[in-house]
């Protein structure tokens, strides 16, 4: 556990499972506040569900997360809709004939249409245009925030706020996501069933009907617009990233690569798709999904953390608010 400084801004970093357990989850609500991410929070503004914080950030959490994995979505479950975008990913891979190919657009096409499913309710082709004007501008956008432009922005926002460059184009792209996200929100209300929801934007809505009459509710246009760009946004990439990274990592590693196929061939076989069902039987398998998650690290910095109140932690005082504290992992 360290300190060092970004730009003015004192920064805590934590490495080490048991120090960030003991911060994140034994400690969770005192270090459950969101620090400044620039990048995103220009857009967002403190709304939504990955960069709100306090009660709101809470009850948007618990919103998402019932809807997200209890919630039907229709008549279907999230896993058989897993699957069926698996066949096309396969089918889509199966156009170059045995032949090279680059998978990155094919991983972040189903990654995404995985949530496009949940959140709108269907999956585009991956040849839309509309469709891949929006990989683009989530790739171009984490690309930007990666590049030292966006390191730049993060350390130093008031003074990049003046200088014109490349990461000006990350506001952009987020207001042309937030048009897209909008309209999709306009067709919703004119077609919403209360009593039978077919997406998370249809969930959505109906909470903010039920709370319409609370003027301390938290669900609101606004927050639905944020909330729905923000889980848009991250399911798209992270999932992408994380496929392409765990298939880069089984080339580097044959052995592990055909201990995994043994696996799968002994269990599933060939003849059916993977079920949920199949992953007690498939420890090795199951190890190695985690181990690329742990090994790849596609979001080094995380979500940027700060303390709630004031608090002692391993001899040291952080004030509230004060310290910037960022989990890494060993």
């Known amino acids: 556990m360290y300190t060092f400084y970004l730009g003015s801004r004192p920064t805590v970093v934590m490495c080490g499972y048991e120090i960030l357990k003991e911060a994140l989850i034994d400690h969770a609500e005192e270090f459950s506040g969101r620090g400044e991410f620039p990048a995103v929070q220009q857009y967002s503004k403190g709304n939504g569900i990955v960069y709100g914080t306090g009660e709101r950030w809470r009850q948007l959490r618990r919103f998402a997360i019932h809807t997200?994995?209890?919630?039907?979505?229709?008549?279907?479950?999230?896993?058989?809709?897993?699957?069926?975008e698996a066949q096309y990913l396969i089918a889509e891979f199966r156009k170059s004939d045995g032949k090279p190919l680059d998978p990155t657009f094919g991983f972040s096409s189903a990654g995404s249409n995985i949530i496009c499913s949940l959140v709108f309710g269907d999956r585009f082709d991956y040849r839309d245009e509309e469709f891949m004007n929006l990989l683009y501008l989530i790739n171009?956008?984490?690309h930007l925030m990666s590049s030292t432009w966006g390191q730049l922005l993060f350390v130093f926002p008031k003074i990049m706020g003046y200088i014109p460059g490349p990461h000006k184009k990350i506001y952009k792209n987020y207001v042309k996501l937030g048009l897209f996200v909008a309209k999709r929100l306009r067709m919703n209300k004119e077609t919403l069933d209360p009593n039978n929801p077919r997406d998370f934007i249809d969930c959505f809505l109906i909470k903010i009907e039920q709370e319409k009459k609370n003027p301390n509710s938290h669900f609101n246009y606004e927050t639905m617009l944020k909330t729905t760009v923000n889980v848009f946004f991250a399911g798209t990439e992270t999932v992408g990233s994380t496929l392409r990274y765990g298939f880069l990592i089984?080339?580097?590693?044959?052995?592990?690569?055909?201990?995994v196929q043994e696996e799968i061939d002994r269990v599933i076989g060939r003849d059916r798709s993977p079920c949920m069902d199949d992953r007690s039987k498939m420890p090795y398998t199951e190890a190695v999904i985690y181990e690329i998650q742990r090994y790849a690290d596609i979001v080094p910095m995380s979500v940027p953390h700060t303390v709630t109140r004031d608090i002692t932690f391993h001899g040291y005082d952080l004030p509230e608010g004060y310290f910037a504290v960022k989990a890494r992992r060993h």
């Open 68 to 84: 997200l994995k209890n919630f039907g979505m229709g008549k279907r479950s999230l896993e058989e809709r897993v699957k069926e």
């Open 140 to 142: 171009n956008s984490w």
């Open 250 to 259: 089984m080339l580097k590693h044959p052995e592990v690569r055909e201990k």
